[in-house]
């Protein structure tokens, strides 16, 4: 199996920063892209960023420039920086991963609230 734990967020004043991070234990080793998605109150789940193991990332719409997502292979983290951050981006942000042995796993959610 592979386990995730997230780290980070909270409230910050729109045009504020926050940062996210998720660490990975167990099969780690068969884990390919990673991600983040958001999901806002009586919304559907929503893909933030996503990042291959090599280090390619794509972004949501709209998301690119504000939002910039990292991970680090060798120390088994993923990482979100969030800047310029609005109320429209308040949510609960979920880590996730892919293995190629058990599928796909979410970490257990963070809230990201932006006060205007």
């Known amino acids: 199996q592979v386990q995730l734990v997230q780290s980070g967020g909270g409230l910050v004043q729109a045009g504020g920063s926050l940062g996210l991070s998720c660490a990975a234990s167990?099969?780690?080793?068969?884990?390919?892209?990673m991600a983040w998605w958001r999901q806002a109150p009586g919304k559907q789940r929503e893909l933030v960023a996503r990042?291959?193991?090599?280090?390619?990332?794509t972004y949501a719409d709209g998301l690119k420039g504000r939002f910039a997502i990292s991970r680090d292979n060798s120390k088994n983290t993923l990482s979100l920086q969030m800047n310029n951050l609005k109320p429209e981006d308040t949510a609960v942000y979920y880590c996730?991963?892919?293995?190629?042995?058990?599928?796909?796993?979410w970490g257990q959610g963070t809230q990201v609230t932006v006060s205007s």
């Open positions: 996730y991963a892919s293995s190629s042995l058990t599928g796909p796993h």
């Open positions: 990042i291959s193991r090599a280090g390619s990332a």
């Open positions: 167990g099969r780690t080793f068969s884990i390919n892209e």
